[in-house]
């Protein structure tokens, strides 16, 4: 509603149409006592010998009361104008109100000049029915201005003709008393005519007092309903995604807990978009934008009902339902949405864009379980590859669990020195010599037993000990190096893991060369190993690794030919030596595939001088391939196992030294 001003032409024009409704109501009360009057006249003029006279006066007094009756009932644009008219609008309906006004004088003009002829019915009031006429007179003037408070012109256009006429027969027949009651009536008139401009003033003033409020009440209407326009958007803003128009993470948590209070059997889903990142590498951020918020209308419109869809940030979205309401098995919709998703978009080429879900289906005491639970699950089916969906099930609650008690007790372990590291050796291409070690983190947790190493790295990084982690791991790496020493090994080095969030987070470098220096031990004696994901996001990682290389230290890329890592990643962070993943060595001699990418790796590292590890050799028949096929390095299960820091120093004790064969090998023989 459009606020109007209290003060000012509107008010003006708001009162006039109050003067305008009060005067219709007015007139309308008032002609019936006025042609009762008139009627009363003709009979007693009809009686004393004037019926024609009192006729033809009282058929115009009549045909008078009738057309201010009609302009009474006419409509009127000025009175029917709505609240929210425009300028101009309002500005028409003001001058209608003004005409109706003006015609209103007019009308009550003539009745009063009809009724201003009234002597001639008693002959300029000298017949004996003169009291009569006077008393009808000052009535009829009298109630003209009781009536006629709302505005005083109306009051005044009818009482001054027939009142000027009394005055005037009065003096026109002369004598003391007559002369006297004429200066009575002239003195009556002026009363009444002040009389009828200050009730004008105070209808005036109440109009204008009671249009101040309904102002003000519209006023108070009108902020009231923005106000609470804004809480309304600020509510939507405050729980919905401004791009999808979905739920956002705050509006979904409300809905589920709300969902949940009222004893539904909650499915939660969480859904994630696999190769989104390269949209918007490739694309840009506003076709991933685009993306995301088709992605959003299909998921919205292949739901089922009363089910609550959310964006909880990127390109992460969420779904709950009753399960009880819903006939589709969770399976069947997952299925859907991921098929439905897989669909061509017209921003890039078909094929890009998946999609992994994560499934809960079972009702749990509380949101926060079944977000846990949904994420266990689509943590499984993204490792299952794109467009999969997992099931929580015996298996994830059990690993959940594993999980969530590593969280909750890897703050003690660290104090109480629970954890190992292990060491797993690297051998030459004759398959005896050791080249050097690998660190391995192991953790025997006193309830679920061996913690596999990126479990253990995980619940690090969950329970906000990830650098506590890596001093400790950095500690006893550091020590193996002074014992290899203190044995005349210096030929060995010991390479050890930096995950990805390790190194976006913490100042590894800072640490790493901090603490050898303090040991006195040469950078050249570590080697630090990232995971291609870490190649992923060079720009955030490549100034720690170049701090680390250029004080010395060895850069190897591992788990190289699975991932995302480029020939530009290699030389961008210098790396000294790549480890083919394992996925490509086991079963290598069966695999012409596979060998065929191990010979294209190993050429890659002749070509750019990079030493070449292959991991995960498994049997004697894979040993024999990479020799084969010249493979400088090589590491696993068949060579060695990872051993602790005291069994693998009686292996050391047990092979010969690298020496100059090992040395010869890293460059690429």
């Known amino acids: ?197 200050a009730t004008e003033r105070s209808f005036r003033e109440t109009s204008r007092l009671k249009n101040e409020a309904t102002a003000l009440a519209e006023a108070r209407k009108a902020a009231h309903a923005s106000a609470s326009a804004l809480a309304e958007e600020m509510r939507e803003r405050a729980t919905h995604d401004g791009l999808t128009g979905l739920l956002n993470r705050a509006g979904f948590i409300q ?142 609650r059990a690993r959940l669990e594993v999980r969530r008690d590593c969280e909750r007790d890897l703050s003690q372990a660290l104090a109480e020195g629970t954890l190992e590291v292990w060491f797993q050796p690297i051998f030459g291409r004759d398959g005896r010599t050791v080249t050097n070690l690998e660190a391995l983190v192991r953790w025997h947790h006193p309830v679920h037993g061996w913690v596999p190493p990126a479990d253990l790295i995980a619940a690090a990084a969950i329970a906000g000990l990830t650098e506590s982690l890596l001093r400790f791991i950095l500690e006893q790496v550091c020590g193996k190096l002074c014992a290899l020493r203190d044995r005349g090994r210096h030929d060995l080095s010991v390479a050890m893991n930096v995950s990805p969030r390790e190194m976006a987070q913490i100042a590894v470098d800072e640490i790493v060369l901090g603490r050898l220096r303090l040991l006195g031990l040469p950078a050249t004696a570590l080697e630090i190993e990232i995971t291609e994901e870490t190649a992923l996001d060079i720009e955030a990682v490549q100034g720690k690794l170049m701090a680390l290389s250029r004080a010395g230290i060895r850069m190897a890329l591992d788990d190289f030919g699975t991932g995302y890592s480029s020939l530009a990643s290699v030389r961008q962070l210098r790396a000294n030596r790549v480890k083919i993943d394992r996925s490509l060595v086991t079963g290598l001699t069966e695999a012409e595939d596979k060998r065929g990418l191990v010979q294209a790796v190993l050429g890659l590292g002749r070509a750019l001088g990079l030493e070449v590890v292959a991991e995960g050799v498994e049997t004697a028949d894979d040993l024999a391939t990479l020799q084969a096929m010249g493979c400088p390095f090589m590491q696993g299960y068949h060579l060695a196992r990872p051993q602790s820091a005291s069994d693998v120093l009686r292996l050391l004790d047990a092979h010969p030294f690298a020496g100059v064969e090992a040395r010869v090998q890293r460059l690429g023989a």
């Open 255 to 396: 809905r589920a807990e709300e969902r949940l209070t009222a004893g539904e059997a909650l499915c939660l889903m969480l859904l994630d978009l696999d190769g989104f990142k390269s949209v918007n590498d490739v694309y840009g951020h506003s076709t991933g934008d685009r993306v995301l918020a088709e992605v959003a209308r299909r998921i919205r419109a292949a739901l089922p009902a009363d089910c609550d869809a959310a964006r909880l940030g990127g390109d992460e979205f969420a779904l709950v339902y009753d399960s009880a309401r819903v006939v589709e098995s969770p399976a069947a919709l997952a299925e859907r949405l991921i098929q439905i998703v897989a669909e061509p978009f017209e921003s890039f080429d078909t094929g890009r864009l998946g999609m992994s879900i994560g499934i809960c289906p079972r009702p749990a005491d509380s949101l926060t379980h079944l977000l846990s639970c949904a994420d266990e699950a689509l943590y499984a089916a993204k490792h299952s590859g794109r467009n999969h969906f997992r099931l929580f099930d015996e298996g994830l």
């Open 1 to 197: 509603m459009r606020s109007r001003p209290s003060t000012g032409p509107h008010l003006d024009r708001q009162i006039r149409r109050d003067q305008l409704d009060a005067v219709r109501a007015s007139v309308q009360q008032a002609l019936p006592i006025n042609m009762l009057l008139g009627l009363a006249s003709f009979l007693v003029a009809l009686h004393s010998g004037y019926g024609v006279a009192g006729g033809v006066w009282f058929s115009a007094s009549m045909a008078v009361n009738l057309l201010r009756l009609g302009l009474c009932r006419a409509p009127c644009a000025g009175l029917a104008i709505a609240a929210d008219e425009s300028p101009t609008a309002e500005g028409a309906a003001a001058r209608s109100v003004d005409r109706h006004l003006l015609l209103a004088c007019l009308a009550a003009l003539c009745s009063g000049s009809v009724w201003a002829f009234l002597p001639i019915l008693s002959e300029g009031y000298t017949t004996a029915q003169t009291l009569f006429y006077l008393t009808i007179t000052c009535g009829i003037t009298a109630g003209a201005v009781t009536h006629g408070i709302a505005y005083a012109r109306i009051p005044i256009c009818f009482i001054t003709p027939p009142l000027l006429s009394v005055a005037l027969c009065l003096l026109a027949v002369g004598g003391f008393d007559r002369n006297c009651l004429a200066a009575t009536v002239l003195l009556y008139l002026a009363a009444l005519i002040r009389s009828t401009i």
